[in-house]
Nanobody, 120 residues
Framework: QVQLVESGGGLVQAGGSLRLSCAAS????????MGWYRQTPGNERDLVAT???????NYADSVKGRFTISRDNAKNTVYLQMNSLKPEDTAVYYC??????????????WGQGTQVTVSS
């Protein structure tokens, strides 16, 4: 079984910062991509940022220049540093990982979600 434990969400004023963490544990061969999505009530889950096993990153246009994704492979942990937060960043943030062996099907696992609320 694979478990993802998220931490770091909370309430912050506009312009403030938060750092989300997501630690993976359990039985898996290796972690390929890791990343974060976010979701608001009544809407689909939207991509925020991803990072590959090689360290390549991709961001949603709405967070470029404000959010930074990183990973610590020794700790099987992915981070999301969020700066200059805006009220529209308010959402439940979910981390995910993609695991599997080379040339075999990959599996996606999700965290439980952490609430980020940005007040104006």
């Amino acid at each position: 079984q694979v478990q993802l434990v998220e931490s770091g969400g909370g309430l912050v004023q506009a312009g403030g910062s938060l750092r989300l963490s997501c630690a993976a544990s359990g039985s898996f061969f290796s972690i390929d991509a890791m990343g974060w999505y976010r979701q608001t009530p009544g809407n689909e889950r939207d991509l925020v940022a991803t990072i590959t096993s090689g360290g390549s990153t991709n961001y949603a246009d709405s967070v470029k220049g404000r959010f930074t994704i990183s990973r610590d492979n020794a700790k099987n942990t992915v981070y999301l540093q969020m700066n200059s937060l805006k009220p529209e960043d308010t959402a439940v943030y979910y981390c995910y990982i993609v695991v599997g062996r080379p040339r075999e099907p990959k599996y996606i696992y999700w965290g439980q979600g952490t609430q980020v609320t940005v007040s104006s």
